[in-house]
């Protein structure tokens, strides 16, 4: 007998029922840098009722994870990974994971579900966890890479390909590309520079379609079901990333993982980490942290997010994104998503040491250090970034 096939309780083991080996849950990958869009995407699609019976892997990038509390629904098919970046760090973890969810459905802890979604951080090199996906003989048994889904966006999107490989490896392994803020594009200028990524994107994806989150056209439908991950229908840089990483896997084969425990290693310019605060916070402090930020060392900041407990009301939290040089819109929820009522900010920055965003945080809360000015001596400043001075 095959080891696929297993004989039906009550038939006699010398006719062993002919049952096929069970079909493979399909996997898509969406990938993406650092806030292009993947929750709100996710939150999106997992709100369609074809997709209910999806279970959902998160990867955070970071001391405190986030994403999870603003997934919708969180329940025992949402598995947050542990911190440090799935395709360096914890890709033992994505296996162990796969295989956890399986156990739970063979056992009926987890409810059936029949297609896994997997969101990586925004900077996972998607190279080393397709590889996984496509090698790793127990997962290959019961799972298919279906696709990768790349959320790109249409305002960072430019610069972002530029400065980080990671963003040009992920738009060129996807087989569909999600552009989300269109809707942010409002000047000529700004069209043109959509325009001109939408270029870029066709000429680093051919196969892949391009579709506009904010016309609508990211539907559930359009966005899975992409067929079987197919590499020869990628550019040909493609095919040479997942060769290099057999080449990786073989050697670590021979000698063992490396034992990266910190989630910090993926580029050394790059560093993750995470303030957070027990106090409650009036509105014009976190204004002008969050302007003198901009103001200072907005270059560096290539993302922050958290949920922050206001003076005027602690017990419905402020969701706050900033991308790049974008600050979203915050929004308030009605009540905390967790037990955990700090105010918690994930910070991801490039070229900066993360003690200077953490002095500047600790000033504006009042907390006393030597050798750091006090808030009133950065606002009071005529020195100060303009729009500060003055500011209190
Ligand atoms: N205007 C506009 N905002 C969007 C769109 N898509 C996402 N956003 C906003 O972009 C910010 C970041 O979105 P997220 O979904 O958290 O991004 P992410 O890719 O999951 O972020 P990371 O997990 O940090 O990499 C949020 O404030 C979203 O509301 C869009 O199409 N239009």
Redesign the pocket.
């Known amino acids: 007998m095959s080891p696929f096939e297993t004989p039906e309780a009550g038939t006699a083991p010398d006719r062993p029922a002919r049952r096929g080996p069970p079909e493979p849950i399909p996997v898509t990958v969406l990938t993406?840098?650092?806030?292009?869009?993947?929750?709100?995407?996710l939150n999106r699609i997992l709100a369609d009722t074809a997709l209910a019976d999806t279970a959902v892997l998160i990867n955070?990038f970071g001391e405190i994870g986030l994403?999870h509390l603003?997934v919708r629904e969180v329940d025992e098919g949402v598995v947050l990974l542990a911190s440090g970046c799935v395709c360096c760090t914890v890709r033992g973890d994505l296996v162990a994971a796969l295989e956890d969810l399986l156990r739970g459905r063979d056992n009926n802890r987890l409810p059936p579900f029949s297609r896994v979604l997997i969101?990586t951080?925004?900077l996972a090199d998607p190279a080393p966890i397709l590889h996984t996906l496509m090698t790793h003989p127990y997962l290959l048994m019961r799972y298919r890479l279906d696709g990768v889904v790349t959320?790109v966006d249409a305002i960072n999107g430019g610069a972002t390909l530029d400065a980080q490989p990671e963003a040009v490896k992920q738009a060129a392994v996807s087989d569909r590309i999600v552009l989300?803020?269109?809707?942010?594009a409002q000047t000529d200028a700004e069209k043109t520079a959509v325009a001109d990524l939408r270029r870029r994107l066709a000429t680093l994806a051919p196969a892949a379609p391009v579709l506009d989150?904010?016309a609508g056209e990211a539907t559930a439908e359009r966005i899975l079901k992409a067929g079987l991950y197919d590499p020869a229908r990628k550019i040909p840089d493609v095919a040479r990333w997942l060769a290099e990483e057999q080449i990786a896997a073989n050697r670590e084969a021979a000698e063992g993982p490396a034992v990266v425990t910190d989630p910090n290693r993926h580029d050394d310019r790059i560093k993750a980490f995470s303030l957070a605060t027990d106090a409650a916070i009036p509105a014009s402090t976190l204004d002008l942290f969050l302007e003198l930020l901009r103001a200072t060392h907005g270059g560096s900041v290539l993302?922050m997010?958290g949920i922050v407990k206001l003076a005027d009301d602690p017990s419905a939290p402020v969701v706050l994104?900033g991308?790049q040089h974008v600050m979203?819109p915050p929004s308030r929820l009605a009540a905390w998503p967790d037990d955990d009522h700090r105010t918690r900010l994930v910070m991801i920055v490039r070229d900066l040491d993360p003690m200077v965003i953490q002095r500047l945080f600790e000033a504006f809360l009042g907390v006393p250090s030597v050798d750091t000015p006090d808030r009133a001596a950065m606002t009071d400043n005529p020195l100060a970034p303009p729009g500060l001075s003055g500011m209190r």
């Open positions: 993406g840098f650092l806030g292009a869009g993947k929750t709100t995407l955070e994403d603003f969101e951080t925004g959320v989300t803020k269109t809707d942010l989150a904010a993302r997010k994104h991308v979203h």
